[in-house]
C-alpha cells in the first residue's frame, strides 16, 4: 500500500485554539509515525497509516502553543526507537521522551537513552496492543530505572485498574497513569474503575495523563461526558496531573479530534490560572526534568 493509499488519522487542518496556554506549556503525551522509508512499522503492528512524521508535531505545537514536549514511543514502531530518537534529537533539549523496551534491558541502554533525552518507559496492558511482558517483568525492571531517575509510564485498560493497581503501587519509581485510566466515561464518577483510580492516586504514588478524553467519551466531541473525570483529577490531585494532545492518536474509533478544540478543553478541565499552570507548566518540568516522585 502506498503513502497516498494509507489511511490519515489526524487532521490535516486543526483549529487554532482559543485558550491561550501559558508560557512554556508541554505536550506531555504525544507521538511520531515514520517516515516509514527511514522507520518502517513493526510486524506486531495491528494498523497501516499514513506518516505522521516530526515535522508535522513541529507545526502543530506551533499552532498550539506548545513550547515543550514528550513523545512517547508508539507500538506502531515495536521498539525500534529511531523514529522518536531522531524527533528529540531535533530540538536539542526542549522535547524528551519515554520508551518501548524489553524488561531485560541492559542498564547501559538505559544510560544511553537517558543521555539522549528519555526519561521513562511505557507498557501497554491493552487488548488491541502487543504486548509481551507481565506486570511482574516490568517492576522487576523498576530497580534500574530508580537508578537513571526514569518513570514507569502504563496504559492500561479501566477494567485492569483493581487488580494491577496494587501491584504497580509497589513500584520504587514514580508511576504514570495513560489518558485518565482508560475508563469508560458512559459509567459516570461513581464506576468502580474510577472510585480505584482515585485511591490508586491518594497514595501519593501515581501521576495521571489527562489525555484522551477522546478515547474514554461515549458520546463524541465536544466530550462531555469525559471532561468530568479530568477535572476531577485537576482538582483533587493538582500537583501529579500533567495533559497531552496524543498526536496523531493512533489506533483511535471515532471521529478524528481536533487538538485545538483538545487544548480549549483544557479550560474546563483546569478552570482557575493557576491550575493551568499547574498542569501545563510546572508539574511537567518537576516529573521530566526534576524527576521528583
Not at 515514520?34 to 499552532?63: M, Q, V
Not at 526519561?119 to 501497554?124: E, K, T
Not at 475508563?183 to 497514595?203: E, I, K, N, W, Y
Request: aromatic letters at 6%; charged letters at 25%.
Amino acid at each position: 500500500m502506498s503513502q497516498a493509499q494509507r489511511p490519515q488519522i489526524f487532521k490535516l487542518d486543526p483549529s487554532k485554539p482559543k485558550l491561550r496556554l501559558p508560557p512554556g506549556s508541554w505536550d506531555t503525551h504525544c507521538h511520531v509515525l515514520g517516515p516509514t522509508d527511514k522507520y518502517p512499522y513493526a510486524s506486531t503492528t495491528t494498523i497501516n497509516p499514513a506518516d505522521a512524521p516530526k515535522e508535522k508535531l513541529f507545526a502543530l505545537h506551533e499552532l498550539l502553543g506548545i513550547e515543550r514536549c514528550v513523545i512517547v514511543h508508539t507500538a506502531t514502531h515495536g521498539m525500534d526507537l529511531r523514529a522518536t530518537e531522531d524527533a528529540v534529537a531535533a530540538k536539542g533539549g526542549t522535547y524528551l521522551g519515554v520508551a518501548l523496551l524489553p524488561t531485560d534491558v541492559a542498564a547501559a541502554e538505559l544510560r544511553r537513552l537517558d543521555k539522549l533525552g528519555f526519561r521513562g518507559v511505557r507498557y501497554n496492558f491493552m487488548p488491541h496492543l502487543h504486548q509481551s511482558d507481565s506486570i511482574d517483568q516490568v517492576l522487576a525492571l523498576a530497580p534500574r530505572l530508580a537508578d537513571v531517575g526514569w518513570h514507569l509510564q502504563i496504559h492500561l485498560d479501566g477494567s485492569y485498574i483493581a487488580d494491577m493497581g496494587p501491584v504497580l503501587a509497589k513500584s520504587p519509581v514514580p508511576v504514570v497513569i495513560d489518558h485518565v485510566g482508560r475508563v469508560d466515561a458512559g459509567q459516570g464518577l461513581d464506576q468502580p474503575a474510577f472510585q480505584h483510580l482515585l485511591r490508586l492516586m491518594g497514595s501519593g504514588k501515581f501521576w495521571m495523563k489527562v489525555s484522551g478524553i477522546d478515547r474514554i467519551t461515549k458520546i463524541g466531541p465536544p466530550y462531555a461526558d469525559a471532561i468530568p473525570f479530568a477535572r476531577k483529577l485537576v482538582e483533587e490531585f493538582p500537583d501529579r496531573v500533567v495533559w497531552g494532545t496524543d498526536w496523531p492518536h493512533p489506533h483511535h474509533k471515532g471521529p478524528i479530534p481536533d487538538e485545538g478544540q483538545l487544548v480549549d478543553l483544557i479550560a474546563e478541565m483546569a478552570p482557575t490560572e493557576e491550575l493551568r499552570r499547574k498542569l501545563m507548566v510546572d508539574n511537567p518540568v518537576r516529573l521530566y526534568e526534576m524527576r521528583a516522585a
